[in-house]
């Protein structure tokens, strides 16, 4: 009965992050993003955390790769070859069958399921403890493989949008300008630019959750 309540109960948190996530993207102001994907506000991160502090590991991981399928799916709804035509439009390379596979692990599967890891912090005593361990180890873990995502299968994104801009074919946006401040260094703008975006997250997020927590002392007390 108690691992049922718990499943409930994640399954609950995760329809909640789903629900803020689409509440963030209508809302003007909330849903400012960077041009190539990643959201500055991305506040839904906060009930899926919330999982693995309560609930531990194996919920945290569950509930939070649901999530990595719900973003897959929100974002490429349509059958694989078509993602791969459209990817190559976007990339000028070939997108083979792995490259798909690695584009869902490093931009969805690791990057959102690692929210699941705060799962390693549910034995530790403190609330505010908790929260600032988690959400700096599963942030940690997002900007590391969001940061591989840019340097393996969308640096030629940037390159393709800064010579549109050298052309005149488009207006130049934080995208271009951050390749153009780093001199061309792919390595050192995919970090730059993920990092912008998660930092924003991080420090919103850190500071919801700790004013939920000290007027939730438990979200759910299972073990009753």
């Not at 691992?3 to 963030?24: E, G, Q």
């Not at 692990?105 to 988690?134: E, Q, V």
């Not at 493989?145 to 207006?171: C, D, F, K, N, P």
């Amino acid at each position: 009965m108690k691992n049922i309540r718990k499943l409930v109960y994640t399954a609950m948190l995760v329809t909640l992050a789903i629900s803020i996530d689409v509440l963030v993207s209508i809302i003007p102001g909330l849903n400012l993003s960077m041009p190539f994907g990643g959201r500055f506000f991305g506040i839904s991160m906060i009930p899926l955390v919330f999982i693995g502090l309560n609930f531990g590991l194996k919920y945290g991981l569950m509930g939070c790769f649901i999530y990595a399928m719900y973003n897959f799916g929100s974002d490429y709804i349509i059958y694989l070859d078509t993602l791969r035509v459209t990817l190559e439009s976007w990339t000028g390379e070939t997108w083979s069958f792995f490259k798909i596979v690695l584009l869902f692990l490093l931009d969805y599967g690791i990057p959102f399921t690692a929210f699941g890891f705060s799962g390693l912090f549910f034995n530790i005593k403190g609330n505010t403890k908790k929260i600032i361990l988690s959400f700096s180890f599963v942030s940690l873990v997002r900007l590391i493989s969001s940061s591989l995502s840019g340097i393996l299968l969308w640096s030629s994104s940037i390159r393709y949008a800064v010579s549109s801009v050298e052309e005149g074919l488009m207006e130049p946006n934080l995208a271009t300008r951050i390749f153009e401040f780093v001199g061309n260094d792919v390595y050192f703008y995919s970090f730059i630019y993920n990092f912008s975006y998660l930092i924003t997250t991080f420090v919103v997020s850190i500071l919801l959750a700790s004013l939920i927590s000290k007027r939730l002392p438990k979200i759910v007390n299972v073990d009753q």
